[in-house]
């Protein structure tokens, strides 16, 4: 048996030289050069080609959203499927866990203040705040167009233990001074401005600390800035709100509080009145 192989001009010879001349590949085949890969991968039994992506720039979340408005403008055969897995895949599931961490947060946060406060409304009224700052982590997160991923979550969370501090500061003192005998609106004006200041350092000192990181600066930190922005926008808008929001309810009510306790209560009457 004889064999010859020269793929550039098509002239691989097969075939027993004894039974006849060989039979050439060009007069049965066409021939063409083609870039392939060196091995095939497979997934749940099917081919798999992994594209890799090292996001630069600008947060994961951000450039899945990006890469998958492009691959819907793709049409790809009926056999062809495309799917981001990796860390994408992670931080979609910590996501939706975190949609569950979150309200869980807030109660046993609420359930810790009520046993220090031995309150149900004091609670209830700290934790207003706490939409208040979710509403400006929203709206930092859309005007700078960053996604809600695993950092932004986690900032949220870091934004709402600020808060809920600050809010403990100022219905604290107020509810010291109303037991030492200050009126409802005295106790809850006195207790703003005594902790103003404490809690503006708090929040600016908080703010002007991420604002750098917030605004993208440095090389590899693209990853810590939707959790920057959560902290800043949330810190910026509860601040203020906390301020106005709070005492309001407070003094709401500490005056039906003090009113229910010192409601004039009427002795009975003695056999020797009747």
């Not at 949609?99 to 046993?108: E, G, I, K, S």
């Not at 309001?248 to 039906?256: D, F, G």
């Amino acid at each position: 048996a004889g064999r010859q192989m020269e793929l550039s001009s098509g002239n691989y010879a097969s075939g027993d030289e004894r039974r006849g001349p060989p039979v050439l590949l060009r007069d049965v085949a066409s021939l063409s050069f083609k870039t392939g890969p060196d091995s095939v991968d497979h997934y749940d039994l099917s081919r798999l080609i992994d594209v890799l992506i090292t996001p630069v720039g600008n947060d994961l979340g951000h450039v899945a959203k990006d890469i998958e408005a492009v691959l819907a403008t793709i049409q790809l055969p009926k056999d062809v499927t495309l799917q981001l897995r990796g860390e994408v895949a992670n931080m979609r599931g910590a996501i939706n866990n975190f949609a569950f961490a979150l309200p869980l947060a807030v109660l046993l946060i609420y359930l810790v203040m009520v046993g220090l406060f031995r309150s149900l409304v004091d609670p209830l009224i700290i934790l207003v705040a706490v939409p208040l700052g979710w509403i400006g982590t929203v709206l930092l997160l859309l005007l700078t167009d960053t996604s809600v991923n695993v950092e932004s979550m986690i900032g949220t969370l870091m934004m709402m233990g600020i808060v809920v501090s600050n809010s403990i500061l100022l219905v604290d003192s107020a509810n010291r001074r109303v037991r030492a005998g200050a009126t409802a609106e005295e106790a809850v004006f006195q207790a703003g401005t005594s902790r103003i200041r404490p809690i503006l350092m708090t929040a600016l000192a908080t703010i002007l600390g991420l604002l750098p990181l917030a605004l993208g600066f440095g090389e590899g930190n693209e990853t810590m800035v939707p959790l920057a922005r959560a902290v800043v926008g949330g810190l910026a808008v509860s601040t203020v709100m906390t301020l106005l929001v709070v005492p309001v309810m407070h003094v709401l009510v500490l005056r039906r509080r003090v009113h229910i306790h010192e409601l004039p209560t009427t002795p009975p009457a003695s056999a020797e009145e009747i």
